[in-house]
């Protein structure tokens, strides 16, 4: 549209690939510090300044790209889920860069950045263009609130991510009993959850790259508020190919794929929400290649791969870990708070006449705040400590993720609240 | 201090007993506002086409039928002429009849009545306050009040017919 | 069994403590003896904590337990969770048949849902009881912590037991030379540096800092029942208004309730135009503004159910009511909440002309709602005999009118005066006729001519637009009193106030003794062990004691 907004996009391709190179840095400092010829602690260290130098270049870039955009969209771009998801991986470094600058582990950068990389990417799958502003969304107030919402939620990314570190690093290879096994079970599960998301983005890049479309004519029946029945018939678009098809419809075009030209099943009818076919087309393929990309790590690995990661963790101290992870919960909680619920609600009771809605969105919100509260009690008051928190913190952030994304994938997906 | 534990120990459940209870007991209140048979009729002053005020109070102590109908509903016009007939049936035995238009106006109203030769009261009811009142979700609608202002029976839809509306006087009055 | 609560120093303390109050002690042997303190509430007794607890003692120990508040926070999560699973029913505006809506909308599970309640959860007697449970516990939990926590603090002891120091989070034991009241006195000149308050008795020292955030906790627990209890007083009618009212333009509406008035002056929408959109979005309807720009009225006179005279307004504000800008009059908040596009006339300001004169006369005034009985236009009188606001014919093909909002208003006027009949003549007059209705209007006053009621002389014309007054839409509005806000607001920012104090700063302690030339340092805090590690390190360095922070912590040299 404008040459701000040019530069804007370029900026953020920058940032991007900052984030790859500084992730890559990382992962030598953390893993290469066995390689023949050199000292590890001086290893670590060179390659871990590398790599904090190539995230803060990268911020900078980010943060070009967020104010090019503003100046050349008219608006602060935090309106739609491409413009909050990119806030999202700049607040999450935001926090990266003052958890850091705290602590200085290097450690907290390979998992960090890789979060980043991943929410950047997942960002980059919705449209990115800048869209005009619907009235409701037209206030400085809900500015501050997504602004302030998504810092505080950065810095439980980076808890979940020493957390997780924290976990790999304790985790016990060599226990065979009951407990030991449910431990080494659920970590890798947490592992290959991340490469779900990865395969999720792959698939779509992938697809998206060769140009894959696909469309279906749906019949939706709905009842409206004077209990008539209306139907309307719609057209549903896929990006991926379809193993399923939206329910009640009929396909118009497919592009074959594996020699297949039908879809192989159709939604179950329950899921009648806005998109319900494709989102589930979107799962189904996600699961898919995430399975078949962690079957081929595995594959590479012959190892779990928490005990391949476990190795190169052993000269840090799970207790620094645990401390920075609380320390990030400390610092985002008032934040989140003040953001996602205070703010939210001086915004509701502006724009909707009342401060609070019980809105499933609002909801989770709540369910998020009341999950970190019960996490600082039982850290406080009940002395829990080491792993036990460190699970919490990371079933926190994945209710932090089912709060920005699933609440609108799955609640929105299930019946027709659309979201805001 | 020691001394003053206990008592603000109990001082202090009392208060949570106490708004704890309201708030719970908030919970159980809310819905279920429509009227139905045995809820108090909501009162109600209006305008009469004879010019003079009309209110529920001064229509207590008698069993009172209030009939809500407009011009513009037609199995309210249907039933008219059976309403007329029962109000000139049961006007001396004690039971009022009253209509309460439905917030038209004024001439329109009059026009309807004296092409139906309609003798009851009707009442003008303004922006629908009072419908709104007896939550009315369908024309016509028709109360059957008891001597004590407490709602009997409510008819909704209509046009009702004479034994409809006979039977159910014959109720109020107690001549069952 | 009961607790023996006297400690080897002679202190006498309450039962329940866990750490002498004096001392510091260890009162309670079957801590593990390895592990670091439990320093929560400085190891006092609970005010509850009793030896022989009555009926209510238990009631209050029942809420006074953290573990309790806990699953609270769990089960009201879970609950809350639970009403997210399907809409809400007061999501809808009007549903009649919830039961019916679910099982058809949401089959068997949605049947399920409903009838156990939960599409009602957030209403729900258990919901709003947890809320309840978990106000009472804030209150009585803050209570019984904070005052043993405070004396706590305000008598401690600079020299500890031993097992006290060397069982904190932070401990170093190493030999020291020279004078021990001198070094004593050197690390306190360090630690106030580092802006401690440090107290010295001989060879211990106290070292304390940033104590107010240990009463963030209670502060916010404060804000929080302030805010509960404003959001129950929501529930007090007197404090609360939600009603919705649909103006149309030029109409001046009643607000339900209240003796305010409000009047819609004019309505606007907006759209983007297509080259202020992204290619995606090209010619869809994507809304820019909505605006009502509306008058507020108070009623000075006949307000009330008068019916015989009509209210006495004043206007009293006004504001161009926008999605995010409501319109706000002592506590009186309307707002923008949905349109409807929908022509209704509002009064037209029509000419009789005589066509057989060819002369016109008027205008005369035609309000829609309420329309005088008479008007006057020349020397002609015309007296309103019929009104049919939404004209049309029944099945005897007598005109009737099909509802009682003004869609096709039709007037039936008798004209008496100069040359006519004493009876007058009848015209029935369409003021914004269809094609269709055009043609009626001319079929029933020939009608009237063959029944000799009228001479077809007479005819309505309205001629220039601004000779009509129609409303375009009508705007909903929601008027709300919400006169618990401010408290909700308070609660709040002493929420707030109180979890910044008690996350963004630490309580920091470090102990020193000195016996014999070896000195023992302990160090508490419950956040930050990174931090007091380094404080205490660099303090030590300073007074010749180099040591590597990650020494000091303790968990590690025991684990």
Known sequence: MNQWLDISSAAFQAAFYLYCASFISYAIAVAGKRWSNREPALHNRRWGRIGFVLAVVGWACHLTFFFTRWKGGGHIPTSNMYEFMTFLAMAIVFAFIVVHSIYRNNLLGAFALPLVVIIVAYAAVFPSEVQPLIPALNSYWLKIHVTTAATGEAFFAVAFAAALVQLLRVIDFSRTDKKGRREQKWVEFVLFFMVVIIGFLVSVFAFRGGGYEASFRQEEVHIDQQGAEQSVTQTVEYGLPPIAAPYNSEQISMQPYLGITKPLFEAPSWMNGVNAGRKLNTVIWSVLSGAILYGLLRLIARRPLAAVIHPHLTDIDPEDLDEISYRAIAIGFPVFTLGALIFAMIWAQIAWSRFWGWDPKEVWALITWLFYSAYLHLRLSRGWQGTRSAWLAVIGFIVVLFTLIGVNLVIAGLHSYAGV | MKRYRKPIQYMILAVVLLVGGYAIGQSFLTPNKALKPGSEAPSFELLGLDGATHSLASYKGKPLVINFWGTFCPPCRNEMPAIQAQYDKWSDAGAQIIGINLSEDRVSVNSFLRSYGISFPVLLDKNKKTEKAYGLKEYPTTFFINADGVIEDIVIGGPMSEETIESRIARLLGKD | ?559
């Not at chain 3, 002690?25 to 801590?31: G, M, Q």
């Not at chain 3, 209150?139 to 004396?151: E, H």
């Not at chain 3, 209890?229 to 009618?237: C, D, K, N």
């Not at chain 3, 920091?508 to 404080?535: E, P």
């Open chain 3, 1 to 559: 069994m009961i607790q023996n609560t006297k400690c080897e120093c002679g202190h006498q303390n309450p039962a329940g403590t866990v750490l002498c109050e004096s001392c510091g002690k260890p009162l309670v042997e079957d801590l593990p003896l390895d592990t670091p303190l439990e320093m929560r509430y400085d190891g006092a007794a609970r005010r509850s904590q009793k030896q022989n607890p009555a009926v209510i003692d238990r009631v209050w120990n029942f809420f006074s337990s953290v573990k309790i508040a806990i699953w609270l926070i769990i089960l009201t999560l879970i609950g809350s969770a639970i009403g997210t699973i399907y809409p809400q029913e007061s999501t809808f505006i009007n549903l009649d048949e919830p039961a019916k809506y679910y099982k058809e909308t949401y089959g068997t599970w949605g049947t399920v849902y409903q009838a156990l309640g939960f599409s009602r959860t957030y209403e729900s007697w258990w919901f709003i009881g947890l809320l309840v449970m978990i106000g009472t516990s804030l209150v009585i939990c803050s209570l019984d912590r904070v005052l043993p926590l405070y004396k706590a603090l305000s008598k401690q002891q600079v020299r500890k037991h031993m097992t006290f120091l060397t069982r904190q989070q932070t401990v170093l034991q190493m030999q020291v030379e020279g004078d021990a009241g001198q070094w004593v006195e050197r690390f306190a000149a360090q630690l106030r540096r580092k802006r401690y308050r440090v107290w010295t008795e001989g060879s211990a020292l106290l070292a304390e800092k940033n104590r107010f955030s240990r009463w963030g906790p209670y502060i916010n627990h404060i804000g929080l029942i302030i805010f509960l209890l404003a959001v129950l007083g929501r529930s007090v009618p007197a404090w609360h208004m939600d009603q919705y009212v649909g103006v149309d333009e030029h109409q001046v509406k009643q607000v339900p309730g209240t003796e305010y008035y409000i009047g819609n002056d004019k309505f606007t929408v907006e759209y983007y135009k297509d080259e202020e959109l992204p290619d995606n979005l090209k010619g869809i309807a994507r809304a820019k503004l909505y605006q009502t720009q509306a008058t507020l009225y108070a009623c000075t006179q006949y307000c009330g159910d008068d019916p015989l005279h009509d209210p006495v307004l004043k206007p009293v504000e006004s504001h161009a009511i926008e999605v995010n800008s409501p319109l706000e009059y002592k506590g009186l908040k309307f707002y923008q909440f949905n349109f409807e596009q929908k022509i209704r006339l509002i009064e037209v300001k029509p000419m009789l002309i005589d066509a057989v004169s060819g002369q016109s006369y008027g205008p005369f005034d035609l309000k829609m709602s309420d329309p005088a009985e008479q008007s006057q236009a020349g020397p002609y009188t015309l007296t309103l005999s019929d009104v049919y606001p939404d004209f049309g014919l029944d099945a005897e093909g007598a005109p009737m009118t099909k509802s009682r909002d003004f869609n096709n208003p039709a007037f039936v006027f008798r004209i008496t005066g100069p040359d006519l009949d004493a009876k007058g003549e009848l015209y029935i007059y369409f003021p914004m006729p269809s094609a269709a209705d055009k043609g009626v209007q001319q079929q029933i006053n020939d009608s009237f001519k063959r029944l000799g009621s009228n001479s077809g002389r007479f005819n309505f014309e309205v001629g220039k637009m601004e000779n009509v007054t129609f409303s375009q839409y009508t705007s909903y509005l929601n008027v709300r009193v919400d006169r618990a806000m401010p408290y909700v607001w308070i609660g709040a920012a002493i929420f707030m106030i109180g979890v910044i104090m008690g996350l963004y700063w630490q309580h920091r302690r470090i102990w020193v003794r000195i016996d014999d030339g070896r000195l023992t340092l302990g160090a508490h805090t419950n956040k930050n062990t990174y931090g007091i590690r380094a404080d205490a390190a660099s303090a030590l360095a300073k007074c010749g004691i180099p040591v590597d922070p990650k020494v000091l912590d303790n968990r590690r040299n025991t684990r």
